[in-house]
């Protein structure tokens, strides 16, 4: 089964995309910020997710804060990353596309939309 974690600030999205997900046949992991994603990623003997799925604008932690983070102090560069944002500059596209195992969805996207990038990426993980 694909591990998910999915990290988002917004808590009625971050349900929603954890009922989706799990109903989808993910096993889903949501946190409401990048703290608690890197807590769960330090924790020793937990299986690490297949993908994770983070807003970008978040308070305290960016998604593209927690993505340095891992793929830096926690040296997790085979997990892939799908941002999840409205608010994307062209700059931050073009960086994140540069981004080996990293990928953008725009905020609102359809539930399809989600289903197959996340499909996509999982198979060619």
Do not use: H, W
């Amino acid at each position: 089964m694909t591990n998910l974690l999915v990290v988002d600030d917004e808590e009625n999205l971050l349900e929603a995309l954890a009922v989706i997900l799990t109903d989808t046949g993910y096993q889903v992991e949501a946190v409401t910020s990048g703290q608690a994603a890197l807590d769960i990623l330090r924790t020793p003997g937990r299986q690490q997710p297949d993908l994770i799925i983070a807003d970008i604008v978040m308070p305290e932690m960016t998604g593209l804060q927690l993505f340095e983070i891992v793929r830096g102090s926690l040296g997790l560069n085979d997990i892939p990353f799908l941002f999840a944002s409205a608010f994307v500059s062209s700059e931050v596209e073009d960086e994140i596309g540069k981004q080996r195992k990293a990928s953008i969805l725009r905020k609102p996207f359809e539930v399809d939309d989600l289903l197959q990038t996340i499909k996509t990426i999982c198979q060619s993980d």
